[in-house]
């Protein structure tokens, strides 16, 4: 099989999968062409035996990379034993989950949902009824402060508040209650809060804008702001968490505690869906039973998967791996900024690389690589996205900076 950075040529196997798809899917994604049918770490393989060093993580959901050891061994023990039981009644592993997720959090309680978008929804309604019950705002008049740039899902509500044409076009009207302002300007939210403001919904680091990391110290002036106006900071570090930048959350680079966390992704450990609210009770005890819930959210199987992924978080190493891997990535995108880059932005093991136009589009790079064995995603047109499992190699990362430098033609 040929593949030229100008035209993919795919094999009959992987062009028969893809017609299925193309005739029997919504046509909600554009994915690159190739099939993959197997993981293991940072590789993955597709239908004709090619192997590509995977670049994504599935958005940081395999922060673990396919297939980690101790993760499939406590999925595996657990499908022997239950798997749901839905909220019903208990189970013998979620309080474990939800203790040892708090703990890691230094928070007291944990809501669980199962998909990031979910745990956004459940983050602005425990906001809205903190700010009805313990803050004394009018019924109905709750308002949530959101940056521009955002992405924290695809819900009606969700894509309300964004900016983005693709996600927000053609899908009103929407429900009100949101205040949009720049990302980085923390004067910006406190001109933008009044007397009804229940919270300002944050992602520490913007992951689908292309990994925008706002200016340094922007996150403690806005927890200073939240403070002196009673407010909760609502941290989304579904992409951003775990990991991911080096530290556990985002929001640590600037040692900032916001009031939620809203967690998903990693938490499932590339497995299954797990996300989850968390907070201290004079935040999340404002929700009663009866008023918030999900049949699968908090299920026996992704709470053992789950407190298995804290456990591993909490000796340090991972987020060390990052911490040390994100500066000798760092080090070498600086080297391509003027040959085909025109910027970087690099946060652990986290990175926007920007291209330059006369180089190609974000998806002609990715093309590009694809046919050297390296899987990245584009987004918002010139920017590709760096995001390996934070079980990567140096070795990796160099060979896949060179297929990079390559596909840029420098």
């Known amino acids: 099989r040929v593949m030229s950075a100008d035209q993919i040529s795919i094999d009959a196997t992987t062009l028969e999968i893809i017609r299925a798809e193309d005739e029997h899917l919504a046509h909600n994604y554009h994915p690159l062409p190739v099939v993959i049918s197997r993981g293991e770490g940072v590789w ?17 959901a395999l922060n673990f990379g396919h297939g980690h050891p101790a993760l499939l061994a406590v999925a595996r023990e657990q499908l022997e034993r239950l798997t749901l039981t ?50 004394g705002i009018p019924a109905d008049a709750a308002r949530v402060i959101v940056a521009g740039g955002n992405f ?12 983005d044409p693709a996600a927000r076009d053609a899908f009103g009207p929407y429900s009100g209650g949101f205040a949009q302002v720049p990302f980085g300007d923390a004067a910006a939210i406190e001109a933008a809060i009044d007397e009804n403001t229940a919270a300002v919904l944050l992602e520490p680091i913007q992951g689908e804008a292309g990994v925008v990391i706002p200016p340094e110290g922007y996150l403690r002036e806005v927890r200073e702001i939240c403070d002196r106006h009673d407010v909760l900071l609502i941290a989304d570090e579904i992409q951003a968490g775990l990991g991911r930048v080096g530290e556990t959350f985002a929001c640590d680079r600037e040692q900032v505690v916001p009031d939620i966390y809203l967690l998903g992704k990693a938490l499932g450990g590339g497995i299954l869906p797990l ?20 049949t699968f959210g908090g299920n026996p199987l992704a709470a053992a998967i789950g407190e298995r992924v804290v456990e591993m978080l909490s000796t340090g190493e991972f987020q060390e791996r990052a911490r040390a891997l994100g500066e ?19 946060a652990g093991l986290w990175a926007g690389i920007d291209i330059d136009p006369h180089v190609g589009t974000g998806r002609e790079v990715a093309e590009r690589l ?28 160099d060979w896949a900076l060179e297929q990079l430098r390559f596909v840029l033609g420098h």
């Open 44 to 60: 993955v393989t597709d239908v004709e035996g090619k192997r590509y060093l995977d670049l994504l993580s599935a958005y940081s």
């Open 370 to 397: 694809l046919s050297r064995g390296v899987l990245v995603k584009d987004t918002h047109g010139q920017t590709i996205r760096i995001a390996p499992p934070l079980v990567i190699r140096a070795t990796e990362i």
């Open 275 to 294: 996300s989850a609210v968390v907070a201290n009770n004079d935040v999340l005890g404002v929700i009663r039973p009866g008023e918030h819930g999900s």
């Open 86 to 135: 839905s909220r019903a009644y208990h189970n013998d592993k979620l309080g474990t989950f939800a203790a040892a997720l708090a703990k890691l959090a230094g928070k007291d309680m944990v809501l669980p949902m199962n998909t990031g978008a979910e745990a956004v929804e459940t983050g602005i309604k425990v906001a809205r009824a903190w700010g009805y019950r313990v803050k």
């Open 328 to 346: 000798h990535l760092e080090s070498r995108l600086s080297d391509l900024v003027g040959h085909g880059v025109t910027a970087i932005r690099v």
């Open 152 to 163: 924290h899902g695809r819900t009606i509500t969700i894509v309300g508040f964004s900016d």
